[in-house]
């Protein structure tokens, strides 16, 4: 067999160049299923951007409450020490000596026997 032989045997490839006599025109397919996914991706993305949003509200949040605890327990030690010194303040102005001197000083005197009342 001779190359020329073999050459003629073999089929023929077609051509996958149309007939560019007839031409049609090109109409784009959409599919529901890719409007569906498109629909789809647009509402993952909505769904993801609304819980990144609440995870950043949430986290100032947690900041804001943070910072007003601080500020009440700053508040609460000043109340507390402002308490026990009224307190020893309070202690020291009731002892009987010194409610004798404030007596002198606002010009009171102690009290007679007649003025002295016992309950039974």
């Not at 023929?12 to 560019?20: A, C, F, G, W």
């Not at 049609?24 to 949003?53: D, Q, Y």
Request: aromatic residues 4%.
């Amino acid at each position: 067999m001779s190359i020329k032989t073999a050459t003629l045997r073999m089929p023929q490839k077609r051509s996958y160049v149309h007939n560019t006599s007839y031409r049609r025109p090109i109409k784009h397919k959409t599919n529901a299923s890719s409007v569906g996914l498109k629909t789809k991706e647009i509402l993952v993305t909505i769904f993801a951007l609304l819980f990144l949003a609440l995870g950043i509200w949430a986290s100032l949040e947690v900041r804001n409450v943070a910072n007003e605890v601080a500020q009440i327990k700053e508040a609460h030690k000043r109340l507390i020490t402002e308490k026990t010194s009224l307190t020893a303040q309070m202690e020291k102005m009731t002892q009987p000596k010194e409610l004798e001197a404030m007596g002198k000083r606002l010009g009171l005197h102690p009290p007679k026997e007649s003025q002295i009342i016992y309950l039974k």
